[in-house]
């Protein structure tokens, strides 16, 4: 979640709507590291011990209670909260790939999960909520690409999109690099390269973005994914880079403003991707921030909501 540390609010948590803030309760994947990998980083950012982890309690007092509605795949939780008389439209958050909340009742996995499927679910969602504006819609990773597919093929449920780290899938983006995909592949992943996969560890900036929040990171990246959504949503992400072309295709014809965010030295969705996503778009922002990796949003957190933030600030064309 993107939050600045200051005692000012953050100018864009306005009437956000969290969809799936973190991993369910279930069948697992993935441990905690152990201590000797723990050490590894350590050694890396030169520190012998692990920073104390910030309490949860700020951040539940901030989200509030868990909420849910009902959608024809699932009932869905997610957590509303900020100002309702901003005067802007709700901003609808989407999680990344392996995550999911931990109250998705009733998960229909008896039917093939797609990015166009997902869309189509946040699409219902947005209705389900009967929100007296379109809301504004921002993902990371695989929520981009929700994002950008919601714009691409359902444009009218929303008002702007901000896909971070994101791709229009089909052969015409660029695919994960070879590295990036080697470490996604291991079963047994190490720490640094865990944290190798946000930020670009060979940088001074990326380097010291990955130690300020090293062992956060670790442990949010170690918590518990339900093994079929975490198959489910990999398979899907597959069938949208080899397959699917619908989201790609429709690009030049999107009317809501997007705004395109991505890191330099992304090795999960190169940054290729936004900048292809840009030529095909009408009237695009894009932003691509020096030294940055997938990880962007959290690395350049201040520099991210200050685009967000004007973006959404920003007159209609």
Request: proline residues 8%; negative net charge.
């Amino acid at each position: 979640m993107l939050r600045r540390g200051s005692a000012n609010p953050t100018a864009v948590c306005l009437a956000m709507v969290l969809l799936c803030l973190r991993p369910a309760t279930g069948a697992v994947v993935g441990q905690a590291a152990p201590v000797s990998e723990e050490g590894e980083v350590l050694q890396f950012c030169n520190t012998t011990a692990p920073p104390l982890l910030a309490s949860t309690s700020s951040k539940q007092d901030l989200i509030g209670p868990l909420l849910h509605v009902a959608i024809s795949t699932s009932i869905v939780g997610y957590h509303s909260f900020g100002w309702a008389d901003s005067g802007r439209p709700t901003l609808l958050l989407i999680h990344g790939f392996g995550q999911s909340l931990d109250m998705w009742d009733d998960l229909n996995i008896s039917s093939p999960l797609t990015i166009q499927s997902m869309a189509e679910d946040t699409v219902e969602f947005i209705q389900a909520l009967q929100l007296p504006l379109p809301p504004n819609l921002m993902g990371v990773s695989m929520g981009g690409f929700i994002a950008i597919a919601v714009a691409a093929l359902h444009g009218d449920a929303i008002h702007r999109a901000i896909p971070i780290s994101a791709s229009a899938g089909s052969l015409g983006s660029e695919p994960p690099t070879d590295k990036g995909l080697s470490i996604v592949a291991q079963p047994e992943r190490r720490p640094l390269d865990m944290l190798s996969l946000f930020y670009p560890l060979n940088t001074t900036r990326g380097a010291k973005a990955a130690c300020d929040s090293a062992f956060q990171s670790l442990y949010m990246l170690a918590e518990a994914t339900i093994t079929e959504a975490y198959g489910r949503q990999a398979l899907a992400i597959l069938h949208y880079f080899n397959v699917e072309t619908a989201v790609w295709d429709a690009l030049p014809l999107v009317r809501n403003p997007v705004l395109l965010i991505a890191g330099q030295y992304d090795i999960l969705v190169p940054a290729q991707s936004s900048r292809a996503m840009a030529a095909r778009l009408p009237a695009p922002w894009l932003v691509v921030i020096p030294e940055a990796g997938h990880g962007v949003a959290s690395q350049c957190r201040d520099t991210v909501l200050d685009l967000v933030d004007a973006f959404l600030g920003s007159p209609d064309l």
